[in-house]
């Protein structure tokens, strides 16, 4: 809610004081990063996310080459092999889009 209402600094305030946190959280808060143009502190989210042991879902693998889309493009493409290698999604069409998109 606060980043779709223009308030990076409290969305980030409200995920840092969860004491638990899931896949959606962790992707709204890339989809805020991004939308606000922090590229690189979504990406860095992402990493900060599979640490702790989240378990992935494809939605997260739409965020990562939306955060990327512009210029960021050899940070992202290790991001969507990893869906397939690490993670055992298999990419759909919508991701396929992304990635088109993103290069």
């Known amino acids: 809610m606060y980043a779709k209402c223009r ?11 969860m004491h638990v946190t899931n896949v959606a ?3 709204s808060m890339m989809v805020g990063h991004s939308s606000h143009g922090h590229r690189k502190e979504a990406i860095a989210l992402f990493d900060k996310m599979v640490q702790p042991g989240v378990r992935l879902d494809w939605i997260v693998f739409v965020a990562v080459p939306n955060a990327c889309c512009t210029g960021l493009v050899d940070e992202c493409l290790p991001y969507f092999k990893s869906m397939v290698d690490n993670c055992n999604i298999t990419p759909d069409q919508e991701v396929y889009g992304c990635v088109v998109d993103l290069l």
Request: one cysteine or more.
């Open 7 to 17: 308030n990076i600094m409290n969305c980030c305030k409200s995920f840092d004081e």
């Open 25 to 27: 959280s962790w992707t």
